[in-house]
C-alpha cells in the first residue's frame, strides 16, 4: 500500500471550512484513497473515500488531483466536535480490506 | 444495533499474566481485525480474518493469538503479557471487500505492569 504524508497539526475556526491535505505520490492506479478519523480516544470513524473522482457525503467532501498524487478532505463548516486526529490511507483495490494507519493530522477546531 | 463492542473496558496485568480480549459485532460482518494503538502513534494490524476460520497475521502479531470462534466473536489472547503490550486495542469488522466501511469498537486499554 502507498505511503501517506499529512500535516502534524491543523487548526480551523468554528464554522469555517477545514481543509485536510494528503500527499500520496506513490500512488498506484489501483488504490483508493481513504479518511478515517479518531475523536479523542475512540474508535476509529469512517468518513469518505475515492478512487479518482472528487466525492461528497453528508460529512465531507474529497477532492483528488488529476495525477492523484494528493488528495483534500474538506469539512465545510467545522464545529468543536470535529476536533479529532485525521487520517488518510490508501488501499489497493484487489487486496483483502486491511488498513494501514500513519500518525494523521491533529486538527483543532476552535470557538 | 449494538455494533462492535469489546470487553473488558480497561485491564490492569502483571507481567507473565495471561489474559483474553473478547470483540462481538452484530453486523454479520465477514471481516474482523485487532489493532494496536500506542500513545501518539497510529493503529496497527496485530491480526485479522476474513472470514469464519480463518485467520491472518497483520503488521504486529508477536507475542498475541487469536480465535474467530464464529461469525460474531473474534477474540485476542496475550499468553505472556510483556509491559511492551501497554496499548490501546481496538477491534474492527467490516462486511468484507474493498469498499467496505470498517467499523470499530470502543477499544479496551491495557495496562501491563
Known amino acids: 500500500d502507498a505511503k501517506t504524508t499529512q500535516p502534524t497539526s491543523m487548526d480551523c475556526a468554528e464554522g469555517r471550512a477545514a481543509n485536510l491535505p494528503c500527499n500520496h505520490s506513490?500512488?498506484?492506479?489501483?488504490?483508493?484513497v481513504y479518511w478515517y478519523r479518531q475523536i479523542h480516544s475512540q474508535g476509529p470513524q469512517y468518513i469518505i473515500h475515492?478512487?479518482?473522482n472528487n466525492e461528497t457525503n453528508e460529512m465531507a467532501s474529497l477532492i483528488i488531483t488529476e495525477d492523484r498524487k494528493s488528495s483534500t478532505l474538506i469539512l465545510p463548516h467545522a464545529t468543536l466536535r470535529d476536533t479529532a486526529v485525521y487520517y488518510c490511507?490508501?488501499?489497493?483495490?484487489?487486496?483483502?480490506?486491511?488498513?494501514?494507519f500513519g500518525t494523521g493530522t491533529r486538527l483543532q477546531v476552535f470557538p | 444495533n449494538a455494533g462492535v463492542t469489546q470487553t473488558p473496558k480497561f485491564q490492569v496485568l502483571k507481567t507473565g499474566q495471561s489474559m483474553t480480549l473478547q470483540c462481538a459485532q452484530d453486523?454479520?460482518?465477514?471481516?474482523m481485525y485487532w489493532y494496536r494503538q500506542d500513545p501518539g502513534m497510529g493503529l496497527r494490524l496485530i491480526y485479522y480474518s476474513a472470514s469464519e476460520g480463518t485467520t491472518d497475521k497483520g503488521e504486529v502479531p508477536n507475542g498475541y493469538n487469536v480465535s474467530r470462534l464464529n461469525k460474531r466473536e473474534f477474540s485476542l489472547r496475550l499468553e505472556s503479557a510483556a509491559p511492551s503490550q501497554t496499548s490501546v486495542y481496538f477491534c474492527a469488522s467490516s462486511g468484507g471487500g474493498l469498499q467496505e466501511t470498517q467499523y470499530f469498537g470502543p477499544g479496551t486499554r491495557l495496562l501491563v505492569l
Open positions: 475515492g478512487l479518482k
Open positions: 506513490t500512488i498506484s492506479g489501483n488504490e483508493y
Open positions: 453486523m454479520n460482518h465477514n471481516s
Open positions: 490511507i490508501v488501499r489497493v483495490s484487489y487486496n483483502t480490506d486491511k488498513l494501514i
